[in-house]
């Protein structure tokens, strides 16, 4: 499955509506509202889904991700605006008519009934015939490498063995559209790191159309297609996880999608191919290595990411982005170091320095005077 890069990040616009759905299309949410009482849980939200793609939707609890994923499934009704699957209006169609299934964080297994008799429930309430019933949940057990422990109740099975019945039972219906609710969220760090490439290969297999629904930053950009960052019920930010990561389009995005550090200030010179901005918490100006269309004087946060930030103990040779700091705290992470370096100015700076760096340089420690510095490249220029 492919990662276009290619276009920047935008919310996608309402379109004008056809019977026959475009390829970029096929799940189309067009100015999607929901209220209770007098909360709004989703407002005005648009975006488009193309078909096979994994789409997460990712924020943090109480800002409407859960709420639009249950839209979509028929479980909460629209205050207004309009669904669509493949150009199918699903306004006025109840849950059980949907081509969607939905996975739920819980999995929501049938605790007396076995493997398999999970996965074949579905198909028992839709009538199929017995033969194919056999057929199309032995596929799916097999797709999920669940064949072997198909006679076993769910309280038999571990976390993860139950989730991928629980990816069966959802797979086996052949939905147009698969909607995950965090996923991986009831498993252990290894396991979930390691059912994620299997759920993404699951997936590209079946060639399903999934949404999926996460407040795990790493689960989204490891998973998904494209990524969907929301906050108060609205899309502030649409991208690959790349582009999400890299540019982010305000400082909310910044601070959510990873961490970062900020340097507020003003732009002192703005040319078609770089500014300079001038921060009370450096000795040096800003350089950033693009323009922003902006004026002389405008007020702007430049946000650098702790994995660009180099630390030395020589002062860098160029008179732009760095400053000189004391270690205040040392957080080793296997493959690499967080330092915590403490400038002059009194701004904390976050430095992310790689092992393979480390054992290159006699390696600071508390107290040590250090530089941090980075490259023109590094900088990202937020208005917002």
Not at 53 to 60: D, K, M, N, R, V
Not at 221 to 245: F, H, K, N, S
Not at 297 to 319: D, L
């Amino acid at each position: 499955m492919s990662r276009d890069s290619s276009h920047g990040p935008t919310v996608t616009p309402a379109k004008p509506l056809s019977l026959h759905s475009q390829e970029s299309d096929f799940v189309q949410i067009i100015d999607a509202v929901k209220k209770f009482g007098a909360t709004t849980a989703v407002q005005n939200v648009s975006l488009s889904v193309k078909r096979g793609e994994i789409f997460a939707l990712l924020g943090s609890s109480g800002c409407g991700k859960s709420t639009l994923l249950r839209m979509l499934a028929g479980f909460e009704t629209l205050t207004s605006g309009r669904i669509l699957i493949d150009g199918e209006d699903l306004a006025q169609m109840p849950p059980y008519r949907r081509p969607v299934n939905m996975m739920f964080q819980s999995y929501a297994l049938f605790p007396h009934m076995t493997a398999h008799a999970n996965v074949a429930f579905g198909l028992k309430q839709e009538g199929r015939p017995k033969a194919e019933i056999q057929e199309r949940v032995a596929s799916a057990l097999e797709l999920v490498q669940m064949s072997h422990l198909a006679k076993r109740k769910p309280h038999q099975l571990s976390g993860g063995q139950q989730q991928r019945v629980a990816l069966a039972r959802s797979l086996v219906k052949r939905p147009k559209l698969l909607l995950l609710d965090e996923p991986m969220s009831a498993l252990d760090k290894q396991i979930r790191q390691r059912t994620q490439i299997e759920l993404m290969d699951i997936l590209d297999k079946v060639g399903v159309t999934c949404i999926m629904v996460t407040h795990d930053q790493e689960e989204a950009m490891v998973m998904a297609d494209r990524v969907a960052v929301m906050t108060d019920g609205r899309i502030v930010q649409i991208g690959t996880p790349l582009e999400v990561y890299e540019y982010p389009n305000s400082r909310f995005c910044a601070e959510f999608i990873g961490s970062t550090n900020f340097f507020a200030g003003t732009i002192v010179e703005d040319e078609a191919d770089h500014i300079f901005v001038q921060s009370p918490d450096l000795p040096k100006p800003l350089y950033v290595s693009h323009g922003v269309m902006g004026q002389l004087g405008m007020e702007v946060t430049i946000s650098v990411r702790p994995e660009r930030v180099a630390v030395t103990r020589q002062a860098p040779a160029q008179n732009y982005n760095w400053a000189h700091g004391k270690v205040d705290n040392i957080a080793y992470r296997g493959g690499y170091t967080l330092y915590h370096v403490m400038l002059d100015s009194g701004k904390m700076v976050v430095a992310n320095v790689s092992s393979l760096a480390l054992t290159e340089m006699q390696a600071p420690t508390y107290d040590d005077e250090v530089f941090i510095s980075w490259s023109p490249e590094s900088g990202v220029v937020l208005t917002k």
